[in-house]
């Protein structure tokens, strides 16, 4: 589970600090422009680093310095607990003149306070000793290789590597597919081929899926793939009437793109709770969960993707829907503000702020986002 995030640099966050200690969900609220999505960027900078090995340039560019000032050294540092451990991890980028693209200035993990490995530029030192020299422009974390054994390198790795970090646009979402990936985009296009490498791989998790989608489409019954094409694969989904009463119709059978954008989204969310294991929890980032629901929808949505996350994993959301917001505590909640596009963005949460009456109108009348 993440305790700590700490950006420095990056887009609109200058000595930027989101302290998620002891919090298995948390809500982001705030006006457009405050920072929401830059803090999904931010954690997609650690999840590319953990799926690498690749370079720098695919991570971050120039631009992404804050205001362009390059002098200054860009920090990214997590601090998470994972089987009972405290992991620290921490990378910093420098941006020399005459240079083309950024390279690393620094590097660290650190387990229970004691370093595994540390960097200054292209020098790693292990814990045991060993130092070896690298490319300024790949990180360290994904080519160390660990003893038998040994796993906190690996355990990091695979922790982000399968971070789920979703805006997804269901209208990308076709329901075909051509070949199997553990790697979901974070617009969901590649949902079909996510979940066929999912029952290959776990073909129980069928009934976790199937269960979760009939508690909120009520008649849905059973979903399958069928081939198209030399190697491609439809996901189609059935549904039938419930119930006592004998003249009921008889099933129907849609392809899943014919699917509403909401009905898209509770597939995300039952296959998000399918694959949350206490030996591989999961970490899910969705940034408006809520923007294809209908009202009645997302009480249930939300609250769902709260218990499958407390359970084992850690989920976080953020959201400009009332009903959204009013499912999260105000220690839960935290408030990201930017007065204008110079400045930087402030997190706060929201117990910290003093309001009147109803947390909405709260908001309506500027007295929490600004």
């Known amino acids: ?57 695919e991570w971050i560019d120039p631009s992404d310095f804050t205001q362009n000032r390059t002098e200054i050294p860009m920090r990214f540092e997590v601090d998470l607990t994972l089987t009972k451990k405290r992991f620290h991890y921490a990378i910093a980028f420098e941006y020399p003149l005459g240079f083309h693209q950024a390279r690393i200035l620094d590097e660290e993990l650190l387990v229970d306070g004691k370093a595994v490995f540390t960097r200054e530029r292209n020098q790693v030192s292990l814990h045991n000793g060993p130092t070896f020299g690298l490319d300024w422009h790949v990180a360290a974390l994904p080519i160390i290789n660990e003893r038998p054994g040994e796993g906190p390198v690996q355990q990091l790795k695979s922790y982000f590597a399968s971070a789920i970090l979703l805006s997804p646009v269901p209208g990308e979402m076709s ?25 290959i791989r776990y073909p129980a998790r069928y009934n976790d899926i199937a269960n979760y989608l009939q508690l909120v489409i009520p008649d849905f019954a ?78 249930h949505f939300i609250v769902a ?19 959204a917001i009013r499912r999260f505590s105000d220690e839960n909640t935290f408030v990201f503000t930017r007065n204008s596009h110079l400045e930087p963005t402030i997190v706060r949460p929201l117990s910290e702020f003093s309001y009147s009456g109803d947390l909405i109108e709260a908001i309506l009348r500027n007295e929490v986002i600004g």
């Open 222 to 299: 059973s979903f399958e793939f069928v081939p198209r094409g030399e190697r491609g694969k439809q996901l189609r989904v059935q549904f039938e009437e419930r119930g006592m009463n004998t003249d009921t119709k008889p099933p129907i059978t849609l392809d899943f793109k014919k699917l509403s954008d909401g009905e898209k989204c509770f597939f995300l969310s039952a296959l998000i709770a399918a694959v949350n294991r206490p030996d591989s929890p999961v970490f899910c980032f969705w940034d408006e969960p809520d923007s294809h629901l209908s009202l009645p929808e997302i009480n």
């Open 1 to 57: 589970m993440i305790e700590r995030i700490y950006v420095h640099n990056y887009r609109c966050f200058e000595n930027f600090t989101l302290d998620l200690t002891g919090r298995k969900s948390a809500l982001i609220i705030g006006k457009n422009g405050a920072g929401k999505s830059t803090l999904m960027n931010a954690l997609g900078v650690f999840r590319s680093i953990c799926r690498g090995p690749n370079l720098v340039k």
């Open 305 to 323: 993707l709260r218990r499958l996350t407390n359970q084992h994993g850690q989920f976080l959301a953020t959201s400009h829907h009332p009903e």
């Open 175 to 199: 329901g075909f597919a051509e070949e199997e990936s553990f790697e979901l985009h974070v617009n969901a296009s590649n949902f079909t081929a996510w979940l066929n490498a999912v029952l």
